[in-house]
């Protein structure tokens, strides 16, 4: 068998000039390290022919295995260690006959926590913040990247109010408008951090939004008046107004102003209002109408001339018919009915009155007369 001889002897030569590595010893000199500080691998190989190659790895689910360094260093500094060297690592070392793999180490990064994000749900922002609507279900969620991961505490305006990731305000009320802080600790590393957003609760107006139409400019224009005061933030009110660029957007009140002679019978006016605390816009409306007929005028005597009542009536018709008498001389200004109750003497023997009724849809003023008879006992007009 002298073929087998020397192979045996050849083996055995080549064995004593190279001797396989085994397995090596991979230590951390601190296994969670604080993120900013160095950490120092190191691989020791007791056996082995050199040259020796280390190949240093690190292992995570999302990454997969990266190799970091393949080269003659069984030390790996990783300064500074930051959070993105979290993982599993290994050492390889390798010579002319084969290669081993140390066993796996974890190394373990805390840090933090960061400056921490709050989210809110409903989302919806006001011009200083988050806003959210009267009676909604608000949800505050606090997130800090931290190892390991942190606590957190709500504050409303600076008082405690909450413990926990998500803060959860089942009926939000306009008195809780304020700031809400959250705080964030890392309990291992006695860290904290905090973040502060300004919340906003919007309410509608109370009662639902006024249309209208109103005389204006000595009864020559009609001013259109849309209204709904209060809520916040205001309501935003605009007059629909489809043949004319001009739009007038207000809060609380708008008015547009139309020509009254330029005013056709029965026009219809719509104004549109928005508010974030609606899901979309409502409307208002109002229709001019110039009422028919004209003033109606007549005299009442009390008992023994006591007292004569003069009554003008114009009913209808928006705006209303503004009613006066005698040039506004005597009684008030009214609208729809005027009535003028007086003390009678004999100077009112024959008198004449006039009542004048004003629409800004009338070209000219209507009048309508009433001449007082002989007044002496219980006599009427
Ligand atoms: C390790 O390799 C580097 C080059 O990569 C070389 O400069 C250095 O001399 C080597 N060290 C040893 C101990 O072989
Ligand atoms: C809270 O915010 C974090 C970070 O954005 C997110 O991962 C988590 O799913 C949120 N929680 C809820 C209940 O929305
Ligand atoms: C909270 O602070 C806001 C302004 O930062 C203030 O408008 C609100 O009234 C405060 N709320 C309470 C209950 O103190
Ligand atoms: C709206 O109009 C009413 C009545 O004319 C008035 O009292 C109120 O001050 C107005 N509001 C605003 C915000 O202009
Ligand atoms: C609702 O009203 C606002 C302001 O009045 C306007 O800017 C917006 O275009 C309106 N939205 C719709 C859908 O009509
Ligand atoms: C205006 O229109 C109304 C109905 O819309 C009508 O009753 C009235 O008589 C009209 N007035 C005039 C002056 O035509
Ligand atoms: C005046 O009033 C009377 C009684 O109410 C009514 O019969 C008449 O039609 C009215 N005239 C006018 C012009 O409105």
């Not at 010579?95 to 926590?113: A, F, H, I, K, Q």
């Not at 949800?139 to 504050?155: D, E």
């Not at 007059?239 to 009254?260: M, R």
Request: aromatic residues 10%.
């Amino acid at each position: 068998m002298p073929a087998h001889q020397n192979d045996f002897n050849l083996s055995l030569f080549l064995c004593f000039l190279l001797v396989p590595v085994i397995e090596p010893s991979l230590k951390i000199d601190d296994q969670t390290p604080v993120e900013g500080t160095p950490v120092q691998l190191s691989c020791t190989v007791k056996v082995g022919t050199q040259p020796i190659t280390y190949i240093w790895q690190r292992h995570t689910i999302l990454d997969g295995s990266i190799t970091l360094h393949e080269g003659n260093t069984s030390i790996l500094v990783l300064d500074p260690a930051t959070r993105s060297h979290t993982g599993w690592y290994t050492c390889t070392v390798k010579n002319m006959v084969n290669e081993e793999t140390s066993g796996r180490l974890y190394l373990d990064v805390t840090y933090g926590p960061d400056e921490p994000e709050i989210s809110i749900k409903p989302y919806a922002i006001s011009e200083t913040g988050f806003a959210a609507n009267e009676l909604e279900e608000v949800t505050l969620n606090c997130s800090a990247a931290s190892n390991p991961p942190c606590h957190y505490i709500w504050f409303y305006n600076y008082s405690q109010m909450y413990t926990g990731q998500m803060y959860v305000i089942p009926k939000i009320s306009r008195t809780q408008t304020g700031m809400y802080t959250c705080l964030a600790q890392n309990a291992h590393l006695n860290t904290r951090t905090q973040s502060t957003i300004s919340l906003t609760v919007y309410y509608l107006p109370v009662g639902s939004p006024t249309c209208t139409a109103q005389a204006h400019n000595n009864y020559k224009d009609v001013a259109l008046w849309c209204s709904w005061p209060g809520g916040f933030p205001l309501a935003k009110l605009k007059w629909l107004q489809p043949n004319e660029d001009k739009v007038i957007v207000s809060n609380s009140n708008a008015t547009l102003i139309k020509n009254g002679a330029q005013l056709q019978n029965g026009s219809s006016f719509t104004c549109s209002i928005s508010h974030p605390s609606l899901k979309r816009n409502i409307s208002c409306s109002t229709t001019v109408v110039m009422p028919p007929g004209g003033p109606n005028c007549s005299a009442v005597a009390t008992k023994m001339n006591e007292f004569i009542m003069l009554t003008c009536e114009w009913t209808g018709g928006l705006p209303r018919i503004t009613l006066q008498w005698n040039n506004n001389l005597i009684g008030d200004i009214k609208e729809s009915s005027n009535i003028y109750v007086f003390k009678p003497d004999r100077t009112y023997n024959g008198r004449l009155f006039t009542c004048t009724a004003l629409h800004p849809m009338m070209a000219e003023p209507a009048d309508c007369l009433i001449q007082l008879g002989k007044l002496s006992y219980g006599g009427e007009d």
